[in-house]
Nanobody, 119 residues
């Protein structure tokens, strides 16, 4: 299974970016799809998650500005990021939980995509 992020880039404060996460090589259902981020010198932190039933969860720091969505048929998740702030700058990682036979949960991470917010 391969998880691939795309859509990172550089933007001014107040700008918007849309990140995408695609899952390749999975033959089973995808349970949750999440986004995490890691800034230099910081620990990786949770940003947003969407479950198989489309329930969504956000960190307080991005609530109201970021929106996570998914396409179950395409095994893809998008993260729409609006009103970006300098503190949002980080490498963003997609995390996927694959359910095999509804019993075993396998976790996969992408390689990350860079988001830079400059003024």
């Amino acid at each position: 299974v391969q998880v691939v992020e795309s859509g990172g880039g550089s933007v001014e404060p107040g700008g918007s970016l849309k990140l995408s996460c695609a899952v390749f090589g999975s033959s089973f259902s995808i349970n949750s799809m999440s986004w995490y981020r890691q800034a230099p010198g910081q620990q990786r932190e949770f940003v947003a998650r969407i479950d198989s039933g489309d329930s969504t969860y956000y960190s307080d720091s991005v609530k109201g500005r970021f929106t996570i969505s998914r396409d179950n048929a395409e095994k893809r998740s998008d993260l729409q990021m609006n009103d970006l702030k300098p503190e949002d700058a980080a490498i963003y990682y997609c995390h996927v939980v694959e359910m095999v036979l509804a019993i075993h949960a396998y976790h996969y991470w992408g390689q990350g995509t860079q988001v830079t917010v400059y003024s």
